[in-house]
């Protein structure tokens, strides 16, 4: 089998189509088509299953991709590297979102200033979707809130972070300097959605106490939750570091929680076959240099 074999593969199961990989790839659907079969017939397994038009992995195709889409992803930053790639060539680093809005921009910019002709894309989404996205190969390498859950995920620390509890200015708890567990379960909560790094910690800290919550709001956007809490519509537990415009301009109030403490640690992840390039370690050597000083 060739490499050409292994790209139509993975194009197949990303476009989720032979359409779609032959447009992808510019090639005639017929040669994606005989590149697929011969897989198949290569290996003695079927591959793909064809439903409705739509071309679904099946268990051996799911373990082959795991395989190929590395494979693939290692011969083309092999080509990269022998054409200068180092110093011309693009980075793809994902980020959560608390990481994304507060250090990822700082991050970016400081490492251009060593590397200005490198391009630096980032994709910035929930924790459990940026591990996905590492698993899959599509990132380089990427910064979270919590640790990855995968075993084929190598996890670094390097930096640490806590939640804060905030209320509105105008809400009855708004005098108060600290409550009660007991009294903080009376409040209607406004917290970010399932997945993200800042949700497992919450729901995890208060499955230690015995307590669990269902909010009122969800959102993947930390913005809308603060301006939903300055409107008094709840309590929200959110990262210090994105809560601190909003203490300051006095539109939140934190509250400490008797005997609950919201502490996190935020990872560098990476897939443990994923080969890194001189610059995405330089970028990695500056994510742990200088992120506690940002």
């Not at 921009?105 to 590492?134: C, G, Q, W």
Request: hydrophobic share 40%; proline share 3%; aromatic share 8%.
């Amino acid at each position: 089998m060739t490499i050409r074999h292994m790209k139509i593969f993975v194009a197949v199961c990303r476009q989720g189509s032979v359409t779609g990989a032959a447009q992808a790839l510019y090639l005639a659907q017929p040669s994606v088509s005989l590149a697929i079969r011969e897989l198949e017939e290569y290996y003695g397994v079927r591959l793909f299953d064809r439903i409705s038009r739509r071309m679904q992995l099946t268990q051996e195709g799911r373990q082959m991709f795991s395989y190929a889409s590395h494979i693939v992803s290692l011969f083309d930053e092999m080509e990269q590297s022998i054409k200068n790639w180092d110093s011309l060539g693009t980075l793809r680093v994902g980020s959560s979102i608390t990481i994304g809005n507060f250090l990822m921009p700082r991050l970016t910019a400081l490492f251009y200033r060593s590397h200005p002709d490198m391009k630096v894309e980032v994709h910035i989404d929930n924790s459990e979707e940026i591990e996905r996205m590492v698993l899959k190969g599509e990132l380089d390498f990427a910064l979270i809130e919590g640790s990855a859950h995968s075993p084929a995920v190598v996890c670094e620390r390097f930096s640490d972070d806590h939640l804060v509890v905030v209320c509105g200015g105008s809400h009855p708890f708004s005098v108060r300097r600290e409550i009660t567990l007991e009294e903080l379960l009376t409040c209607d909560f406004l917290l970010r959605e399932k997945g993200s790094g800042t949700r497992e910690l919450v729901d995890s800290v208060l499955l230690l106490h015995d307590v669990s919550v269902e909010p009122v709001w969800e959102s993947t956007s930390t913005g809308a939750l603060v301006a939903a809490v300055a409107q008094g519509l709840g309590i929200s537990i959110l990262p210090h570091m994105l809560a601190q415009p909003g203490l300051k301009a006095k539109q939140l109030h934190e509250l400490k929680v008797t005997g609950v403490e919201f502490r996190r640690r935020y990872f560098l992840i990476r897939h443990q076959r994923k080969f890194l390039s001189g610059s995405a370690q330089d970028f990695i050597r500056l994510v742990k240099e200088r992120s506690s000083y940002l």
